[in-house]
């Protein structure tokens, strides 16, 4: 196992609530990723690894187009996003009537910079801090019933834009970015994961749905970048199906508790792994 960069800046949170995210992962997962001079993470989601990890250079995607656009505004418009965003975290919108009213708004405007700003406060005030769409691409999260006024994480903004100023971002899908991945890079993928009857776990970030085709084409990709000569570390659930699909790579078995979720059963302990090509030294 190769040792994790030493930090030059201090990690922060992610400062948006998201299915999956890895903050609970990071002591388990940190120590996996090699040096190097730049990672690359095509699914970056709410960015957890992104935001503890100390690289040089960042490359960061997700084909969630209102995700991406809060990372770019963050990154281009910081101190104007805070204000905005700051303005709908007041006790008058703590209420499921202003929850319907400024989703609707978000689903409305084609404006990314104004559905930025109502996705901060969507991403509070709705329930469990989902991100769901239908098939017509609406967001459709019911209103959370917050006990007490969400406040706007923002420290860890200010954080994450720091470190978004040596970051490229893309929006998309993931097969671009892998395709950018070469010597000196670290690739760490998070994708939807694929559930023990060989579906795909909850994909509803887009109106598109991740498969196990998807997972063979991410496959595919990701030994591509490694014939280049990228290191790239993948997360899924662990079951047979999933070690199946990566045999030949070297695989560490981690443990998570799942944080979001209506029911108690999914808030248990999660056996998942992290799969390695090329393999350790």
Request: net charge positive; charged share 20%; with cysteine.
């Amino acid at each position: 196992m190769h040792a994790h960069p030493a930090h030059h800046s201090q990690p922060s949170s992610p400062f948006l609530k998201w299915a999956g995210g890895k903050v609970r992962l990071l002591p388990q997962l940190l120590p996996h990723l090699p040096k190097a001079k730049r990672l690359i993470e095509p699914f970056v989601g709410a960015g957890a690894v992104f935001l503890a990890a100390d690289y040089d250079q960042y490359l960061i995607n997700d084909a969630n187009a209102d995700l991406v656009a809060t990372w770019v505004a963050l990154q281009a418009r910081p101190r104007e996003l805070v204000e905005r965003a700051q303005s709908f975290f007041v006790e008058s919108n703590r209420s499921e009537q202003a929850y319907k009213r400024i989703r609707s708004e978000f689903n409305g405007t084609p404006d990314r910079f104004e559905r930025a700003v109502r996705l901060l406060y969507l991403n509070r005030f709705g329930f469990n801090g989902l991100f769901r769409v239908n098939s017509r691409g609406e967001f459709n999260v019911p209103y959370g019933k917050p006990a007490k006024l969400p406040t706007l994480p923002v420290d860890s903004m200010a954080a994450a834009s720091s470190k978004l100023q040596r970051t490229t971002i893309l929006s998309g899908g993931y097969a671009t970015v892998l395709d950018m991945a070469g010597v000196g890079d670290v690739v760490y993928c998070d994708p939807p994961y694929l559930d023990s009857n060989n579906g795909a776990s909850f994909t509803a970030y887009t109106a598109d749905r991740f498969g196990p085709q998807e997972h063979e084409r991410l496959l595919e990709l990701c030994v591509r970048a490694v014939s280049r000569g990228a290191t790239v570390l993948i997360s899924n659930h662990d079951t047979d199906a999933v070690r199946q699909l990566y045999r030949g790579w070297h695989i560490t078995e981690v443990s998570v508790r799942r944080s979001i979720g209506s029911l108690s059963t999914s808030r248990q302990i999660a056996q998942e792994l992290v799969a390695r090509l090329p393999l350790p030294c």
